[in-house]
Structure formats: C-alpha cells, structure tokens
C-alpha cells in the first residue's frame, strides 16, 4: 500500500507531507470542518507506506492524513491514537516536535 510523500525544507524546518494514495486531490468535511488533501501540499514521491519511518526522524513538522499513514505513525509512537482527528471517517494528524 503506497502513499504520497513531500518534504519541505524552510527555515531550519523540516515538514513531511503524507496521504494515503488514493485521498489525493479530496475534499472531507464534516460540520464546521474541512480537509482538503491538496496535491500541490502532498503530491510528492509514492512510497510504501513502511519508508514514512526514516521521514518522521527528521522532520520537525508532520502532517498525515489517511489510514495507512497515521496508522504507521501511531505504530512508531510518532502520534497518540487517542489525538487523531477524523473528518468523514479519514484520519488526519499533526505533529511538531520541539528542539531545544
């Protein structure tokens, strides 16, 4: 199962974007909230799931939306099961790690 990967480099930051494959260029919503999986954010490499783990290493900034992905991140204990927000049943977690 593969999903999309795009690493930003700005300002000393490192931000990965990932999403499921198939979520790519949707729009959730559910109330007053609103997800959209923007390929211009996310399109990036398509990868297995399994290489988003060297990614968390080194990012400082995460955004993950989409089964496969937050599921992979929980399973490393990037993100707490219990903090994923889903909007129309997709799951959708951030994470911004402090550097001190």
Request: glycine letters at 8%; charged letters at 35%; one cysteine or more.
């Amino acid at each position: 199962m593969r999903i999309y990967v795009k690493v930003y480099h700005v300002q000393g930051e490192v931000l990965v974007a990932a999403c499921d494959e198939e979520l790519l260029g949707k729009t959730f919503r559910e109330g007053e909230l609103k997800l959209e999986v923007k390929e211009r954010f996310y399109k990036g490499e398509l990868v297995e799931a399994d290489e988003l783990g060297k990614l968390l290493e080194k990012a400082t900034i995460v955004n993950l939306t989409g089964e496969r992905c937050v599921d992979k991140a929980i399973e490393l204990g990037y993100v707490d099961a219990d903090r994923v927000l889903r909007i129309q049943g997709v799951p959708h977690a951030q994470i911004a790690k402090m550097i001190w």
